[in-house]
Nanobody
Framework: QVQLVESGGGLVQAGDSLTLSCAASGRTFRTYTMGWFRRCPGNEREFVASISWNGGSTKYADAVRGRFTISRDNAKNTVYLQMNSLKPEDTSVYYC???????????????WGQGTQVTVSS
């Protein structure tokens, strides 16, 4: 069982940077792939990025590749999403999630946080 709590969201201007954090409880955190998703206008969850259990592998959605960086600190049970050059279309609720492998489909993730709002003004 893993419990996830996101933080770091807020209101920024286009071009600004923001770092999201996701703190996990449970000793098994380091065994999970961690992912970041965001809510789409149709209320579905869109894949943003994922990172393997040891940080050795990462994956990004085309829309954020080159601007966002996912990282993790297993000693702190925390995964991060560094977001640079933010655009108004990045505005969404961002969720972290845990899975057993490097999936991109939200239904493959077992545990979810409550989400944190990111708003980018133009």
């Amino acid at each position: 069982q893993v419990q996830l709590v996101e933080s770091g969201g807020g209101l920024v201007q286009a071009g600004d940077s923001l770092t999201l954090s996701c703190a996990a409880s449970g000793r098994t955190f380091r065994t999970y792939t961690m992912g970041w998703f965001r809510r789409c206008p149709g209320n579905e969850r869109e894949f943003v990025a994922s990172i393997s259990w040891n940080g050795g592998s990462t994956k990004y959605a085309d829309a954020v590749r080159g601007r966002f960086t996912i990282s993790r600190d297993n000693a702190k049970n925390t995964v991060y999403l560094q977001m640079n050059s933010l655009k108004p279309e990045d505005t969404s609720v961002y969720y972290c999630a845990a899975a057993s492998a490097m999936y991109v489909r939200p239904e493959s993730y077992n545990y979810w946080g409550q989400g944190t709002q990111v708003t980018v003004s133009s």
